[in-house]
């Protein structure tokens, strides 16, 4: 019976048991010689949804079946709950995952599923049916509870995959792709259903998505990861509005990056506004920032939203160019435009700057169409250029 | 579509119009195989009181059996380490040395097999004499490539998350192969069975070659009383095995359509 093993083991008192759910310390996987996760720390609290997001052979996939026990760490440790589960095998661990194919077994029913776990820990059999109907009741399937997986929609097989690892109360549930196997239109919905069920519950939940939108919905604090490294972590409003690298920048939503060089006024002690000059953008760039070690190259980010795009050309001091109308696209929610700037450099740059169906008719815009650019300084995200 | 139906039924009298003469010309009375007199049974009657014939149907039946048993059996464990032990050292030839006999000729092998029983009893001095045990040997060696592969095949095509769900939910692997796997591939293993009896029954060739004096089996029997003539009784006896097979392929195709319930769709589920 792992779960409860595991369980006595936690009333050891320790300060950071009761703090995290899992810790992730240094760990690395390698394959032969190539390094799929790569010094990976993070530390995650309980009852937390964390969302390990990156792109195809960005090490998320591997990390998880490292926390499952699927994979073992080349180096490093994994603590669950304080107590390190790197010897423990997935069979032992007090650990649960929803696969992305759901791996129901076909030749079972919804209630032989989700009992499945349970009858390995050999719990009583009124127990088991106990707590069968409880996890069904959660995710709204006890109607189904007699059908074999073969005869349920790919939204209900997703729910019957959702309680069947949530039936053995796991200390730590993993979510491998959850919404890899349904369409589009289903995927909204499921999102935050999942979130409210998993929250409802309380489980501390680790998953794993290359969909942007989805590690958004569901999950308190994301990780981008990119061949094999944690490239920021924080909650999602955070790593939009303000990445750390060029990588996440361009990662999470459409960006326009310049290259710039920043200068602060010494002088004033960090209260003024740092002036960038840009050799892609033919203006002054003022931005809020005031935190000096942006000093040097760096990379001026602005979100296309954050745009404003008007056809009167009055000219500003700064945060202000005027550029051409290269292209329109119609996205229905809004239109992304393409405009297209001259730079000092003699060069020509392309911006997207989003605008709505309902300003696209007030200005009646079109192709080559002279227009201005502006955008206020606290719109501005400077991103340090890498050491090359 | 006219010329295809044309050419499809052209087929089938093809391939079933023989069998359909050998039955009705196994209720015949005469003693001639190709004239037709009057209805009887009495080659089946004279088929029961063969003790030759008879003695060598039953020595079929146990070696047929016997060999599907133990090939699947040896077939499962090969085709699971195959699919699931991932690289290990010599794989390549443990999997080509399975399938090997699958384009060896028969003759090959047959021979082959005799030298090897011939050298051991001089060596060991076993097997003592050759009879039902070499026959059954030999059968299993041969019919386990085939199994092999229609195993190792549906084990592909298994998701593998099943069965690391399974562990993942407190399952040892010992459990997850006997509650997980066995019944994923049960369709696969009656297929392998059904294959390996049949080959077994069907054998002439390397039976001839391994068996020894006072083991015939039934292909042997037939083949040396054809040479004599043919007599009524193969064509009651063929009548029999015809109607055996179609009971036993009606059996077979119920079951599977019973497990299809349980086969998921794939595909569907990785969308």
Redesign the interface.
Known sequence: M?NSDAQTVIETPADVADRYALEIINVSKHFDDVAAVNQVSLSIDKGEIFALLGGSGCGKTTLLRML???ETPSAGDIKINGVSVLHS????RP???M?????????MTVEQNVA??LK??RMPKAEIEVRVTEVLELVQMTRFRRR???QLS?GQ?QRVALA?SLA?KPALLLLDEPM????KKLRMQMQLELANIIESVGVTCVMVTHDQEEAMTMADRIAIMDQGEIMQVGAPRQIYEFPNSKLTAEFIGSINLFEAVAAFDVASGGAAPCRLECAELPCTVVSNETDSRFAGPCYVALRPEKISLETSLEPADNNWVRGKIDDIAYLGSHNVVHVRLETPAGKTKIVQVHVSNFARHAKSLDFEQAVALSWEPEAVVLIKAEAA | MRAARVMLVAGLVFLYFPLLVLIIYSFNESRLVTIWTEFSVKWYIELLQDEQLMGAFFLSLQIACATAFMAVLLGTIAAYVLVNFGRFPGQTLFSSMIVAPLVMPEVITGLSLLLLFVGLSELLGWPASRGAMTIWIAHVTFSVAFVTIIISSRLREMDGSLEEAAMDLGATPLKVFFVITLPLIMPALVSGWLLAFTLSLDDLVIASFVSGPGASTLPMVIYSSVRLGVSPKINALATIFVGMILVGSFLVWWTMQRWQVYATDKKAAEG
């Open positions: 792992p499952a026990g699927f095998p997935p069979y032992q650990v649960n995952m696969f992305q194919s759901y791996a129901l077994f076909p030749h499945f776990g390995q820990d074999k997986p073969g790919g097989q069947r053995k890899g196997a349904l369409d």
